[in-house]
Structures are given as C-alpha cells and as structure tokens.
C-alpha cells in the first residue's frame, strides 16, 4: 500500500493517478475539508481515501497503518486552512510524519523538496533544508526529489504568463536560465522510485531537459502561438525590495522564490536519469499543449 500525502493538489493528484495505472494500491491521506469533487475523483479512480492532517500526529499514526511506501507533496504554501503554517506543516509536520512511518515500518519515504542550491533563504527553504536533514538522518529509507520550477504553475497566468492573451510577466531580467520541468515528469519519478532501489537514500535533482532563460520561453511561445508576447518585466531591485521587507513567513518565502527565478535556477538532470530513464517534457511541448486548448 502506498500513502500519498497531499494527494487533491496538483502534483499528489497526478501521482494517484499514476500509481493506480501501475497497478498499485494507493490511500491518499485527505482532510476533512477536503473539496468533494476531488475526493470523488480520486475514489473513481480506485484510490482509498484516509482522514489526516499533518498537524495531528495520532491522525498520521493511523494513516501509516499497513502502508509500505509513502509519497508526499503537501504544503501549506498550496494550501492554508486554519492552524496552517511553514512551521506547522512543512517543518513539524513532516517530522511527526517520518516518526509515524518509522514506527510503522514503511519501507520507503518519497519527498518532494526544492533545488538544493536556493540562493534566497527563506521560512520553507529552512523547513525543507531540515526535513531532508531528519531522513538522512536514518529511521526509514528515503528519496528526496529536488523539483525545479514547474513549467504549469510558473508558465500560466496565475503568475502572470498569460499565454491566451499573449502576455508575459517576467521576474528580473529574463535573462538567466531555468530547468523548467514538469510536474508530470515529477510524479512518474516518484512513482518510478518505488520499484528503483539505485534510487533509495538519494537526493535526486529533478529538472527539465532545457536551461531556458524566461526570454527564451517567451519567444518559444510566440513562435507556437504564432503571434508576439507583450512582456512586462518586474525589476530585481523590486524584487530584493520585497524580500527584504517582508516580515510573514508564507511572504517571505513567496519573495525568495520569485528572486530565485530572477537569478536563474539551471539544473543538470543526468544523474537522474541515469538512476531513471525517462524522455522529459520540454517547455515547446508545453507551449504546443496550452495553444491548442
């Protein structure tokens, strides 16, 4: 049995689905909040669902039970409902969560993390940082997947990529490449791990096939579009503006990330797919997708 924590975002949703298609018998771990149609979906797809929240322990207790493997993806920077904190999730409770897995005797902990190289310190870089730290730490094996900007989220218009009216927001100059993956390509490694014992007690980079500078990207999807992008550009100054200031966590954390895509995030996927062949998604692949809908 295989637990997937977060599994009614993005990235967990996917992973269910993958899982389920490799013939594996998957509980997501959900909360009583929970959207409706999302639990439904992931029913019909013949996931066993489990009421749990990384805040209250005995809940992760009962989660683990029976289960050999573990996925997660949660966050509350995705995700906030009341008690909902970097401290309280992505910090403590995935400590409690590898405590829980270790006393279950869960044969493998999948975490999907962030670049190991963050410039920008942060709230959820610090929570990250000590998360992979407790499972190199030894208690249960362990694969921690250092995922890149995921080209859906960064390259759509809730962070200003308006591709259908043909504009786009860049952070910095736009000028300094980026290994934009997709979050496709992250679930089938996860999933992939499970069965890859090369992967175990590894720290695996996850990034595209490409180090594409925004610019770059901006003018891949003129050509597919076949139409040019006005590109408003937020200043670097601003941005450092804002980290500086901020004083919330969640802010925090949000600034450092957008002055990490400023300064680039460049990755070398090799070592990766060396441990796990796979053909990965290209941002032209991804523009080509989006045009079409």
Not at 64 to 84: K, L, N, P, Y
Not at 176 to 181: D, G, K, M, Q, T
Not at 188 to 216: H, K, M, T, Y
């Amino acid at each position: 049995m295989v637990l997937v924590v977060g599994a009614t975002g993005l990235l967990g949703s996917e992973i269910c689905r993958s899982l389920r298609k490799a013939g594996k018998q998957v509980r997501a771990m959900v909360r009583k909040t929970s959207s409706p149609e999302k639990l439904e979906g992931l029913r019909s797809a013949g996931v066993d669902t489990v009421a749990a929240d990384l805040k209250d322990p005995s809940s992760l207790a009962r989660a683990c039970e029976t289960v050999s493997e573990i996925i997660t993806t949660a966050s509350s920077t995705f995700s906030r409902q009341e008690g909902d904190s970097i401290a309280s999730v992505d910090h403590a409770g995935y400590v409690a969560l590898i405590d829980a897995a270790s006393k279950a005797g869960v044969r493998h902990f999948v975490y999907t993390s962030i670049p190991l190289d963050m410039r920008f310190d942060s709230p959820l870089v610090q929570a990250k940082r000590a998360v992979e730290d407790r499972l190199t730490r030894g208690g249960v094996p362990y694969t921690v997947l250092a995922g890149n900007f995921f080209m859906e989220v960064w390259l759509s218009p809730a962070l200003g990529f308006d591709y259908q009216n043909s504009r786009a927001r860049v952070y910095g100059s736009g000028e300094r490449p980026i290994a934009w993956v997709s979050y496709r390509d992250v679930a089938a490694f996860a999933v992939a791990s499970l069965d890859c014992s090369a992967a175990q007690n590894r720290v695996l980079s996850i990034g595209g096939p490409e180090n594409l500078a925004p610019l770059e990207v901006v003018r891949i999807f003129s050509e597919t579009c076949g139409r040019p992008f006005g590109t408003t550009h937020v200043p670097e100054a601003a941005l450092r503006a804002d980290y500086d200031s901020a004083a919330e966590p969640l802010g925090k954390s949000f600034a450092s990330l957008m002055l990490q895509y400023a300064s680039g995030c460049s990755m070398d996927p090799s070592e990766t797919l060396s441990v796990m062949p796979r053909t990965l998604k290209t941002v032209r692949e991804y523009a080509v997708e989006v045009a079409r809908q």
